[in-house]
């Protein structure tokens, strides 16, 4: 027996349980290439970034950010964007920037996790639709029905059951897969964002106190 005619055999809840098959393949799939082309390696970034920073090259660092297109380069792109604003708004920037690109990031998870869940409900639901169907034939037979009978409609009724937990446990494993990949690059982002900001706010320390060491011996000040 092929695998459409044991589907068909499943009974109609087979077919919501397909549904949130395609639908959570479709989500791991988009997930993964957007993962792994959005990856990037973080001190490298780092390095390049800081170099631009050293140099007080701003319009170098964003033009390098922009070029990358990872979510950790979009988010210093808006954060350097407000680099004349002072310390604060970019820090501000940064954060607001992370919060949109984390949300980018997550977009389908949740419904990867409900289909975890919901496809074995919907298969032990299918299972005891068929057991119900089952029983009340052997009543409509008025208990003459052969084990085999009974038989068949008790695997028939299992079917749903067995796809219903197959593409609950794919579901649920590839989402926990894709969080952890996604925690381990929200990790890499707050490393970055921490450490850049606290770099800008070096620099501008280190112009104010360069400001006064000039006003001072130009005898601006007492």
């Not at 604003?85 to 940064?94: N, S, T, Y």
């Not at 977009?107 to 089952?134: E, H």
């Not at 219903?164 to 990949?181: E, Q, R």
Request: charged share 20%; proline share 2%.
């Amino acid at each position: 027996m092929d695998i459409l005619s044991v589907f068909i055999k499943g009974g109609w809840l087979m077919i919501p349980i397909a549904i949130c098959s395609i639908i959570a393949v479709g989500i791991i799939i988009d997930r993964y290439l957007f993962l792994k082309k959005n990856s990037t390696n973080k001190d490298a970034f780092l390095a390049n970034l800081k170099s631009f920073l050293k140099r007080k090259d701003i319009e170098g660092a964003i033009a390098f950010c922009m070029t990358e297109k990872t979510p950790i380069s979009k988010i210093m792109t808006k954060g350097l964007k407000k680099y004349k604003l002072g310390h604060q708004r970019v820090k501000e920037a940064i954060e607001q920037a992370g919060r949109q690109e984390i949300a980018e990031m997550e977009k389908g998870l949740s419904a990867l996790a409900t289909i975890s869940g919901v496809a074995p409900l919907l298969g032990f639901l299918g299972t005891v639709t068929g057991m119900i169907s089952a029983f009340m034939k052997i009543q409509d037979l008025q208990g003459s029905a052969n084990p085999s009978d009974l038989a068949g409609g008790i695997w028939e009724a299992l079917i749903t059951t067995a796809f219903g937990l197959a593409v609950g446990i794919i579901a649920y494993t590839f989402y926990n897969l894709l969080v952890d990949k996604i925690n381990k690059m929200v990790y890499d982002m707050e490393v970055v964002s921490t450490d850049i900001a606290d770099f800008i706010e070096l620099l501008e320390t280190s112009r104010v106190k360069s400001s006064e060491e000039v006003k001072i011996n130009n005898g601006d000040l007492p």
